[in-house]
């Protein structure tokens, strides 16, 4: 692959074995997937690490309720997130779990390397430990004495003999790391924090432990049979061990990660310990430390006692899990906090995806096969639309910047406005009429513009929902992967020839109001009508688009002479002039209900005399047994704007 011969290195942080997966686990190994994919896709040799945390006194303790081993508790939770991910379809290319062999000896050969060089030495501990967070904290940073300052829980104080690494020592080789690699710690607002925590003063840090044993044992050179390591000094082993370090060194190549994806809450350990331990090792340091922010439900920290932790399995079952996915990675900016509600899901499922991506594929599937039998031809796409496809190309040009500086909601706004654009073209361009006219040529070129903007769109939003882009793949007749990725991305060359298929709905909308009706539904005793809507007359969407209808604004109202149901209309559509239309409102507005207010006007229709009086339009009406109603934006909009 042209200029790409560069490795790529995307891990997860390994999760805790003493609870199954929720939301923010799934939220932060989406991510790493999307970046995978997408450097996959960009043709980049890439490894993504994911795996499991398996050791240290919260995951015993967690067992031992359970009434397991530790080993056999880790075994199963570690196999539900297994599971979970390759439920997911999550393109990890390696589930590391701290309790496989290769780790432990990878770890302990780490071990070695930082105590020969002089970083780690012995003595005794006696602090403050929470279990939870698997933390050590100073008197000082203890919230009234006592409570964790992450979780607020109490902590224990621990009074035992460790070794120590000497962290201290890395104190300014860690701040000129942040002062000459200000992307190091991204978003980079995040990094401010860190430099001060470690301008404040770093302690040497306690990287054993005697008062259990369910860790990785030291390594036997130091005979010490009542030492376990850390577990943090053991889990951010992970990222080496799992590429073969103190192993089978063939993945090593991949070293430094090129983005190591972790929470917020979890930054301090991969922006302070994990570099210094790599400068211990002599090994070069990771590029980027990437924190996302945490997600709350309806507002409302997640937790078992509250009953309120999203289940993303559940969800993406009943949403679809490119729903999800897409859901998660477009709502809320990289490194803020993000609320989970599934009224906004529904929202953005409906709007973004239903609307403008589903309805999209529709009509390139819809005019091709109304216009040419599916089968288009990109040959006059330029001749006609290069303008267009050059705004595309612009927007898409920018995209990788957007991607390792991890502004993922802003590469799908812009791919997004791509997605608006080709809806654009199509208005503006109006195939139907070209048709009707005759000028096929010109016909073809629009709807051909329109599958060549579909098609790029589908390789770039591939690491984003790659479940759906397969299905938009076999309605193109195109084939999504690298080496499409580099003709019509990379090289900006458009699909020569498309033969189009029907495929079932993208994004069937959600009936959001769905829970609310049937709740209403159930409190009325019985629908008063047996009336059902038999239309018989079906048109397509095409068919509809062939009324073209627009805002307008009344700027003149008059009476006819000898009429008393008519009123003469000047109706501005952002032309030059404004429209005369003749209503048949008179009976139902005064003209002060009328004048400055706007209605929606079929815009096209061929104009007519009424009592003499030339009519360039209809408004919209609507008529029961209680009157008239005209039909108006709900919000003031520009006149002249199109409805649809
Ligand atoms: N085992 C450590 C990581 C070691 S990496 C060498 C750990 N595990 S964890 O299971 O507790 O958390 C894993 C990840 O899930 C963290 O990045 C954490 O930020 C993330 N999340 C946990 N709850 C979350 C939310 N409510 N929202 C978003 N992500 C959150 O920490």
């Given amino acids: 692959m042209k200029n790409r011969c560069k490795n790529i290195y995307i891990t997860t942080p390994i999760y805790y074995v003493n ?45 031992q309720q359970k009434n397991k081993t530790a080993q056999e508790y880790s075994d199963i939770v570690s196999a ?114 860190i430099i001060n925590f470690v301008k404040s003063g770093l302690n040497d840090l306690s990287i054993s432990r005697t008062s259990f044993s369910w860790g990785v044992a030291l390594p036997s050179e130091m005979n010490e049979s009542q030492h376990v390591m850390y577990v943090w000094l053991d889990a951010l082993m992970n990222y080496l061990t799992a590429i073969g370090y103190g192993n089978d060194e063939k993945n090593i190549k991949y070293w430094p990660a090129n983005t190591h994806i972790v929470g917020k809450d979890i930054l301090k350990f991969h922006s302070i310990f994990w570099p210094a331990f790599l400068m211990s090792l002599d090994m070069p340091l990771p590029k980027h430390i990437c924190a996302h922010g945490w997600w709350t439900k309806d507002g409302e920290k997640m937790s078992k006692s509250k009953g309120n932790v999203v289940n993303p399995q559940d969800i993406a079952n009943k949403y679809g899990l490119d729903e999800l996915r897409y859901f998660l990675l477009r709502e809320v900016p990289f490194g803020q906090d993000g609320d989970f509600s599934k009224r906004a899901l529904v929202n953005r499922i409906n709007s973004d995806l239903a609307n403008d991506l589903g309805n999209l594929l529709n009509r390139v599937q819809g005019m091709s096969g109304k216009y040419f039998n599916y089968k288009l031809d990109s040959k006059n796409v330029i001749k006609y639309h290069e303008q267009e496809i050059k705004i595309a190309h612009d927007i898409i040009a920018n995209l990788e910047n957007y991607i390792f500086s991890m502004q993922i909601n802003r590469y799908l706004e812009d791919i997004w406005t791509i997605i608006t654009l080709a809806n654009k073209s199509i208005a503006q361009y109006e195939p139907w009429d070209l048709m009707k006219n005759g000028d096929t040529t010109k016909a073809m070129a629009v709807v051909a513009l329109v599958a060549n903007l579909v098609a790029k769109i589908a390789l770039l939003i591939d690491c984003v929902m790659p479940h759906k882009t397969k299905q938009i793949s076999k309605s193109l007749g195109i084939k999504i992967d690298a080496k499409t990725y580099e003709s019509i991305i990379t090289d900006k060359l458009l699909i020569d020839k498309f033969h189009i298929s029907k495929i079932e709905q993208l994004f069937p909308k959600i009936d959001e109001t769905f829970d609310i009706q049937s709740k209403i539904e159930k409190n009325i005793p019985a629908i008063k009508t047996t009336n059902t809507m038999q239309e018989q007359n079906l048109v397509s969407v095409d068919d509809f688009f062939n ?37 048949g409102i008179k009976t139902y507005y005064k003209k002060e209900e009328l004048l400055d207010t706007q209605v929606c006007l079929v815009s096209n229709l061929k104009p007519v005399k009424l009592m003499g009086i030339l009519s360039e339009g209809m408004i919209l009406a609507s008529k029961d047994e209680s009157g008239l109603s005209l039909i108006r934006p709900e919000k003031q909009k520009k006149p002249g704007t199109k409805i649809s």
């Avoid at 991510?31 to 490894?47: N, Q």
């Avoid at 929470?130 to 621990?158: A, H, K, M, W, Y």
């Fill in 547 to 583: 009324s073209i209808i627009r805002v307008g604004q009344i700027v003149f109202v008059d009476d006819i002479k000898k009429s008393d149901k008519l009123y003469r209309l000047l109706i501005d559509i952002g032309e030059n002039k404004p429209r005369q239309i003749v209503a």
């Fill in 80 to 193: 539900k997130f297994k599971q979970l991910w390759d439920d997911f379809d999550i393109s990890y290319d390696k589930f590391i779990r701290t309790t496989d062999k290769e780790h432990k000896i990878g770890a302990q050969k780490a071990f070695m390397v930082m105590f020969k060089n002089g970083d780690i030495y012995k003595g005794n501990y006696e602090g403050n430990y929470c279990v939870g967070c698997e933390t050590f904290f100073t008197n000082s940073q203890l919230i009234d004495g006592e409570g964790c300052p992450d979780c607020e829980r109490p902590t224990n104080i621990v009074k035992e003999e460790s070794y120590f690494f000497r962290l201290s020592k890395y104190q300014d080789k860690l701040l000129e790391l942040y002062e000459n690699n200000p992307e190091f710690i991204l978003p980079k607002a995040k990094a401010k924090e």
């Fill in 19 to 63: 609870d199954i997966a929720h939301i923010g686990h799934a939220y932060t190994t989406i991510i790493a997937d999307m970046l995978t994919r997408y450097s996959k896709i960009v043709g980049y040799d890439t490894f993504f690490l994911t795996g499991t945390d398996e050791h240290g006194l919260k995951i015993a303790q967690s067992a």
